[in-house]
C-alpha cells in the first residue's frame, strides 16, 4: 500500500511524461479506491466487484478533466471542472456504480453529466447511458471528449434532470450525481419495477445522505442509506 502511495505522490510532484505514467497512476488509484472501500467497517459496507474495479480502471479520466487538473486526475478526489462543478471522488464514482448493481443490459439514466467519468465508468458496464446536464459548456466537452474515447454508448443531452429523459424511460438503473433537498418524484416514475436509483439527498451545503431506492415489482419503494457524502447542488426550476 505504502509503494502505490508513493508512486501517487511522485507523479503528482513530478508531474506526467507520457500516457504509460497515466496508466500506472491509473493502476494505483484503483488499489487506492479498494483499500479506501475495506476501510468502511460497517455492516453495511458495500464491497467494491471486480466488474466495477475493472470498469474504474479502464476509464481514462485524465482525458476527461481540464488540462490544469491533469496531474491530479488519479487521486482519489474531487476535482475542479470549471463552471463551480467538480467531477467527483473515484471512490464515490465506485460506490454509486456498485449499488445500482449494474447489468451488461442496463439502460440508465444519469443526472449530472460533468465531465462525462461517471458516464464511461458505466458505458463500460451497461449497454447504454443517457446523461443530462444543466450548464451547456459541460455538456458539450463532455459530449466531444466522449466521443473523441469512443463511447458510443452514452448519448446526452442539455437539461434539467430534475424531470429525467422520458423519451428514454422507463430506466433500468438512474444515477443522480448532484444533491437534492428531495427525491425527484419524475424520477422515481422513470425507475422500472426492479429497477435502482442512487441519489445524495440533504442540504445545499452540508453533507448529505447517499440514499439506494429500489422499486419492487409491484412498484413500492425501499430506501437505503449508505453514508455521508457532499455533492453540488442538483440547480433548475424545480
Ligand atoms: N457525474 C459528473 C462527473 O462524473 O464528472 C460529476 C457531476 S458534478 C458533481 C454535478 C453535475 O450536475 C454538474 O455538472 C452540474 O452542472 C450538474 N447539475 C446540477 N443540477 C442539474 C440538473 N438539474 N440537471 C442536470 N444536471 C445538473
Redesign the pocket.
Known amino acids: 500500500m505504502k509503494r502505490l502511495t508513493y508512486i501517487v505522490l511522485f507523479f503528482a510532484v513530478t508531474g506526467f511524461a507520457d500516457e504509460s505514467d497515466y496508466t500506472a497512476a491509473r493502476e494505483a488509484m484503483v488499489e487506492d479506491v479498494r483499500y479506501y472501500a475495506q476501510l468502511a467497517h460497517d455492516p453495511d459496507a458495500v464491497g467494491l466487484s471486480d466488474a466495477v474495479m475493472t470498469a474504474m480502471g479502464s476509464v481514462e479520466r485524465h482525458e476527461l478533466v481540464p488540462a490544469s487538473q491533469r496531474r491530479y486526475s488519479y487521486e482519489n478526489r474531487p476535482l475542479p471542472?470549471g463552471y463551480g462543478?467538480?467531477?467527483?471522488q473515484p471512490y464515490i464514482?465506485a460506490l454509486m456504480t456498485e449499488l445500482i448493481a449494474p447489468d451488461a443490459d442496463d439502460i440508465v439514466l444519469?443526472?449530472?453529466?460533468?465531465?462525462?467519468?461517471?458516464?464511461a465508468v458505466l458505458a463500460e458496464l451497461v449497454d447504454h447511458v443517457y446523461s443530462?446536464?444543466?450548464?451547456s459548456a459541460?455538456a458539450d466537452r463532455a459530449r466531444v471528449d466522449l466521443e473523441r474515447l469512443g463511447y458510443e454508448n452514452i448519448s446526452g443531452k442539455l437539461?434539467?434532470?430534475?424531470y429525467g429523459w422520458e423519451e428514454h424511460a422507463p430506466f433500468d438503473a438512474i444515477v443522480v450525481?448532484?444533491a437534492a433537498s428531495h427525491v425527484p418524484p419524475p424520477l422515481i416514475e422513470q425507475l422500472k419495477p426492479g429497477g435502482r436509483m442512487v441519489i445524495p439527498v440533504g442540504g445545499r451545503f452540508l453533507t448529505q445522505t447517499l440514499l439506494l431506492l429500489e422499486k419492487s415489482d409491484t412498484g413500492e419503494i425501499v430506501t437505503r442509506q449508505f453514508g455521508a457524502v457532499r455533492?453540488?447542488p442538483?440547480?433548475?426550476e424545480h
Open positions: 471542472i462543478q467538480t467531477i467527483s464514482v444519469e443526472v449530472g453529466t460533468g465531465s462525462g467519468y461517471q458516464a443530462i446536464e444543466i450548464i459541460l437539461g434539467d434532470g430534475y450525481t448532484a455533492f453540488v442538483l440547480t433548475g
